[in-house]
């Protein structure tokens, strides 16, 4: 038998997870769906954890989740005034505490290759399973890079940002990298590096191939280890 959600949800992110919720606690039919096995999106793909202090201020789920954070060790690793950074191993666990609590239904593992509108939205999406279309009377963009709309748009230019934790400090001047984040945490310095300019089909093969010289190039020149590296990169629109 076909299921037919009253929603469709692409991208558990922080607030692909919140509406989800929110649809849920209002008796609504939600399916969540991700590329990646775990929620969380950008924070813990990409391991863009440094959110403004006002992102949480909903006096909602946003709120309740960075409360479950601050109770965790290490769980926050900087803030103030203007800025928080959260272990993404921190926002993964909570995430799913959220998830389970209000019984979200997940598809993880698939990626969506094309939308269709009949009576209602189907999205086809490629899994361990083959191909799964899936049937919903709203289907929502809420993923970080808005990946849907990769499926139509091909050429856009992108801004390609590789975030990671390092065993030991960088220096400021980095060079053949653009650096444009840094702080010092409990559980290693956080850099971010960005690259201007990335064909949208190319964003994957440009990650791969600069977080590998990253990692080669900090530890020869520096001695620095990268502790914990991103599955995806943080993606911007140019």
Not at 82 to 110: D, G, T, Y
Not at 114 to 133: A, M, N, P, S, Y
Not at 172 to 196: A, C, M, N, W
Request: charged content about 30%; proline content about 5%.
């Amino acid at each position: 038998m076909t299921t037919t959600y009253d929603y469709i949800i692409w991208g558990p992110s922080l607030e692909g997870i919140k509406r989800a919720i929110e649809l849920s606690q209002e008796r609504k039919h939600v399916l969540l769906a991700g590329k990646f096995g775990f929620p969380g999106g950008k924070a813990t793909e990409a391991l863009a954890t440094l959110f403004p202090a006002d992102f949480f201020q909903d006096n909602g789920i946003m709120e309740l989740l960075l409360e479950k954070i601050e109770q965790l060790k290490y769980g926050v690793l900087f803030r103030n005034k203007q800025w928080i950074l959260m272990h993404p191993e921190a926002v993964k666990r909570v995430c799913w505490e959220l998830l389970n609590e209000s019984k979200v239904e997940l598809l993880f593992h698939v990626m969506p290759l094309k939308i269709t509108q009949t009576d209602h939205r189907e999205l086809q999406v490629f899994g361990r399973e083959g191909k799964i279309v899936i049937t919903g009377k709203q289907l929502e963009d809420l993923s970080d890079d808005k990946f849907l709309d990769n499926l139509t748009v091909k050429d856009k230019k992108k801004t390609v940002v590789i975030n990671s934790f390092f065993s030991d400090p960088l220096p400021h001047d980095f060079p053949g990298f653009q650096v444009t984040k840094r702080f010092e945490t409990p559980v290693g310095q956080y850099i971010s590096v960005s690259l201007r300019n990335v064909e949208s089909t190319e964003v994957e093969k440009t990650f791969n191939r600069e977080l590998d010289r990253l990692s080669k190039e900090s530890w020869k020149k520096f001695g620095a280890r990268i502790m914990m590296i991103p599955v995806y990169p943080e993606i911007k629109e140019e």
